[in-house]
Structures are given as structure tokens and as C-alpha cells.
């Protein structure tokens, strides 16, 4: 067991705050011994509750690629299906972990791979139960691909109490499961994003610990990506290919037959082939007659 880095700075201004107090009531109340014994009571007590809640424990973590480690202490509060709709933009798994005061608030990887997505988001400050918590308060989104391909995104959110997120990693990290992610001060939630087919081995209510409780078993990436497909909504736009020409069939005689009955034989019209029309041949011209002579006659 050690004490956190985060902790350093809250441990200090503590220690500071309860010897200042002490010898405030010493200097002005000597005599006051039951208000000094009320002020010793209670100034060990706050500073036991910074040291545990900055605790950092030691163990050692079992990692498996086809497994989701918890990223952090505390309770399970929620499991659905869902729409991611910040990075993935599919329909995912939501499994979430309620981190409260008295919890060890070091997070850590759920699985190992790159970081191939991480952006931080400035928001409110609900209780971190709201269930808009996990879109409107202050909050960072991970996402991590393992050696097969498989995506697992995850969420620090801050809650009422707790107004600070830790992060220690950026996009493009390769990182380890079970290695130290972030810390959240003073109490709040964790979202877990997983493939649909994921295993979920854990249930709402179960007290889980981070970095040791394994809370399912992966789909393999060819599965995630199958069942990805099948829960897309269908596309509505309709096509707009040019229609395929059908052939045409050959031509049949046309019939025609006398409106007017006066014959009773139909007309019958053959469509000719179509040929290639040749150069026309220049006849020669036909030459002139000669223009008749006049016969000479008597004049009268």
C-alpha cells in the first residue's frame, strides 16, 4: 500500500489546516481540555479519511486479451444496450462502475492496445447516478484497440463531490491492461463501452475492484464486427442506378387491317432489314434528239 502522487498537494494543506487548528486551540484554550480532545478526535479523522481515499494498493494483475479487467472500484450500477455516439457510433454494451468517497480512485486500462482516440470534455457537475451524467458533465473518452481489432471505449465522469480528472495517456500510447489510466478526486463514475456478443460476467449491485475484477470476455473481431452489421438500421435511400436495358426481341410483322371492311384481306407490312446504304452511280446523261427538220413547201 502506498500513497497516491495525486494525493501529495491534498495531504499537505491537511497536515497543514489540522496543525494550525491545534495550536490555535492550545495557545488561546489551554484549559479547554475537552474541546482540545473534541478537536483531536476530529482532526485524525480527516486526515485518515485524505490518506485512504489516496491510497494506492499493491497486486498483482492477471491480463488476458480476450478479457475486460474493471477500471476501478467500486459498484455496478449500470448494464444496457446503448448507441455510442461520440466515436464508435454503433449500438454497445454500457456497463457502469459507481465510484464512491471511501473507494481506491486509481483508474486503469480495461484491456491492452493503442490509444486511438481520447478527447477531454468540459461539463456539469451532476450526481454521478444522474444518467445524464454520462453525456453532460465534465469527462474524458478512451478508446482502446487491441491485436485483433477490437474496440473498447471508456469514460471518466465527473460527479457532484468529485471536480477533478486525472489522465496520464493520449492518442497513439500503447498501454497495458491493468496500468494506471487516471484518478478522479472525491467520488464518481466510470463508463465501459463493449462490442455487442461481449460475455458480461458480473451483475447490477456487484462490488468490484479495479485492476482484479474481470467483468467480461471479448467477441472475437470478426464476431464484434458481425454483430456490428446486424444491429445497423437499414438504409432507406433509394437506389438511383440507371435501369438495366433488356434486350430486344425481334421485331414482329405488323397488321393492318381495313377499318372500313371493304376488303376482307389484311394488310400485311415486313419491317426491312436495315442496310447500308451505297454511294449512288452518276448515269450518264441521255443525249439530246435533234430538232426535226421542216419539209419545204409551195408557198400559196
Known amino acids: 500500500m502506498t500513497f497516491h502522487k495525486e494525493g501529495y498537494t491534498s495531504l499537505a494543506i491537511t497536515i497543514l489546516f489540522i496543525a494550525v487548528l491545534n495550536a490555535v486551540i492550545q495557545f488561546y484554550m489551554p484549559e479547554a481540555h475537552v474541546l482540545k480532545w473534541i478537536i483531536y478526535i476530529l482532526s485524525g479523522f480527516f486526515f485518515l479519511v485524505i490518506v485512504q481515499f489516496f491510497r494506492s494498493p499493491f497486486f498483482d494483475i492477471s491480463t488476458d486479451e480476450t478479457t475486460v479487467l474493471c477500471p476501478a472500484d467500486g459498484k455496478v450500477v449500470v448494464i444496457e444496450e446503448t448507441d455510442e455516439t461520440e466515436f464508435l457510433k454503433d449500438r454497445r454494451i454500457q456497463l457502469s462502475v459507481f465510484m464512491s468517497p471511501v473507494n481506491v480512485h486509481v483508474n486503469r486500462n480495461p484491456i491492452a492496445g493503442v490509444v486511438s482516440y481520447f478527447k477531454y470534455h468540459k461539463g456539469k457537475y451532476l450526481v454521478a447516478w444522474h444518467p445524464k451524467s454520462s453525456t453532460e458533465n465534465e469527462r474524458t473518452t478512451i478508446v482502446i484497440q487491441n491485436s485483433e481489432g477490437v474496440s473498447v471505449l471508456f469514460r471518466q465522469i465527473a460527479g457532484a463531490l468529485a471536480r477533478r480528472i486525472v489522465w496520464y495517456v493520449k492518442e497513439g500510447d500503447i498501454v497495458e491492461q491493468g496500468q494506471q489510466f487516471g484518478f478522479i478526486k472525491f467520488g464518481s463514475r466510470v463508463d465501459v463501452f463493449l462490442p455487442l456478443g461481449t460475455k458480461i460476467l458480473v451483475n447490477i449491485g456487484d462490488v468490484v475492484k479495479g485492476g ?54 389484311p394488310l400485311v407490312i415486313d419491317h426491312p432489314k436495315t442496310e447500308t446504304p451505297q454511294k449512288p452511280v452518276k448515269k450518264a446523261a441521255a443525249a439530246k434528239p435533234a430538232a426535226p427538220k421542216s419539209p419545204k413547201g409551195k408557198k400559196e
Request: proline content about 9%; overall charge negative.
Open 212 to 265: 482484479r475484477t474481470i467483468l467480461a470476455e471479448l467477441p472475437s473481431a470478426l464476431k464484434a464486427v458481425a454483430k456490428a452489421e446486424k444491429h445497423k438500421p437499414a438504409v432507406t435511400v433509394e437506389s438511383i442506378a440507371a435501369p438495366i436495358a433488356e434486350p430486344v426481341a425481334d421485331e414482329e410483322p405488323t397488321v393492318i387491317t381495313n377499318a372500313d371492311h371493304q376488303q376482307e384481306l
